[in-house]
């Protein structure tokens, strides 16, 4: 039996929000949608028969990571990364060029070579050329592949970013000769420069020339505020191609998702939700809750009264500040299970609000709130 090929398909529109289904040989991913960050092979604290359970359809894996712990030889040697994480979801991996950024020592970046770059862990040296994160990608056997780039940090300097851009358009024709030609699998191009209008076009425009399953918007989770993302998104979205998915990497708040929906976006991924999990902030239809804080030591009532899947309104806020004061590992549990759910209960409200014609109204109501 042939392998369901990748394709995407726009079901609904409301303005320039757009209700729409990926298909994989995996399975069926409906968007707008939140991929989970299992960076080492794990949505960190979660099993992934819960990440299952939420909602989720496709999490998100890192090259960086995997290929300097565990290797990818002993990923492979199980037939990939789903069968290493027991994972039967579609996957999405990153191909790594944020995190030579953002964690390695000493990371020199060549044209031809690569990024060269020390481990964050052991200060071992490697070398990742486009050629090598998409192989690497190809061995995690990923459902999505994504280019390899250079992401910059922000800058107002005109001439870095610009460079920068030119270099992942080199990279990006490299890594999609390398992928070559698989039809049940997606590799996405990554429209980069920065906050530069005239930048972003040009990156866009040289991005469609090489022609790709999808396309991301980088560059974006680096440092700058709200506004300077939805300029960029209003600058770009418009002329991306309306039969493809477009993907915003490394974002965000649920605030940032839902202006992000606004403006024509289908895929995100964060670490947000985890992250604060573990560090006792939770995620609710009512706001933010930092379960630290005394006020809730004598709060017997649930974090989300919405919040009826895993029993999680069964533990009272009384009973999880106890649990992250005393450092007590089932807190962060709970509360990253409780934020995972809460995002995908989040894509779900803002899918079915797409479909009925009312999405602007529930931007409205929420988009300050989250």
């Not at 022609?211 to 991306?240: C, H, P, R, W």
Request: hydrophobic share 35%; glycine share 10%.
């Amino acid at each position: 039996m042939a392998l369901k090929k990748f394709s995407f398909n726009v079901l609904t529109n409301d303005k320039n929000s757009r209700r729409g289904l990926i298909k994989t040989h995996r399975g069926d991913i409906n968007t707008p949608a939140f991929m989970p960050v299992g960076t080492q092979g794990t949505v960190k604290g979660i099993f992934i028969d819960d990440i299952i359970k939420t909602g989720s359809e496709i999490i998100l894996g890192n090259t960086y990571h995997l290929m300097i712990r565990p290797g990818i030889q002993r990923v492979g040697s199980i037939g990939g990364l789903h069968q290493f994480m027991n994972c039967k979801l579609p996957i999405l991996t990153d191909s790594g060029g944020f995190q030579v950024m953002s964690l390695s020592k000493l990371n020199k970046i060549d044209k031809e070579k690569g990024a060269i770059f020390k481990s964050h862990i052991d200060g071992k040296e490697f070398i990742l050329s486009p050629e090598e994160s998409i192989n690497i990608q190809k061995s995690l056997n990923s459902d999505i592949v994504m280019v390899m780039d250079e992401c910059p940090k922000k800058s107002t300097q005109y001439n870095k970013i610009k460079d920068s851009m030119i270099l992942s358009m080199h990279w990006a024709e490299r890594s999609k000769k390398a992928f070559g030609k698989s039809p049940q699998k997606a590799i996405f191009g990554i429209v980069q420069g920065g906050l530069f209008k005239d930048l972003r076009i040009k990156s866009l425009e040289h991005l469609l020339k090489i022609s790709f399953d999808g396309y991301a918007i980088g560059g974006l989770a680096v440092g700058e505020n709200q506004k300077e993302m939805f300029d960029v998104l209003d600058n770009i979205t418009g002329i991306m191609p309306s039969d493809q998915p477009r993907y915003l990497m490394g974002v965000g708040t649920p605030s940032d998702i839902i202006g992000a929906v606004k403006r024509g976006v289908d895929m995100f991924d964060c670490v947000l939700p985890t992250r604060s999990g573990r560090t006792g902030l939770a995620f609710t239809w009512n706001g933010r809750i930092n379960i630290r804080n005394a006020k809730y030591q004598n709060d017997n009532s649930p974090l989300d009264t919405k919040c009826e899947k895993f029993g999680l309104n069964n533990y009272s806020k009384n009973y999880l500040n106890h649990l992250f004061n005393t450092n007590e590992m089932l807190g962060s549990m709970l509360l990253s299970l409780h934020n995972i759910n809460f995002y995908q209960e989040l894509m779900q409200a803002i899918r079915v609000n797409i479909e009925n014609g009312t999405f602007q109204q529930f931007h409205d109501s929420y988009i300050n709130k989250l």
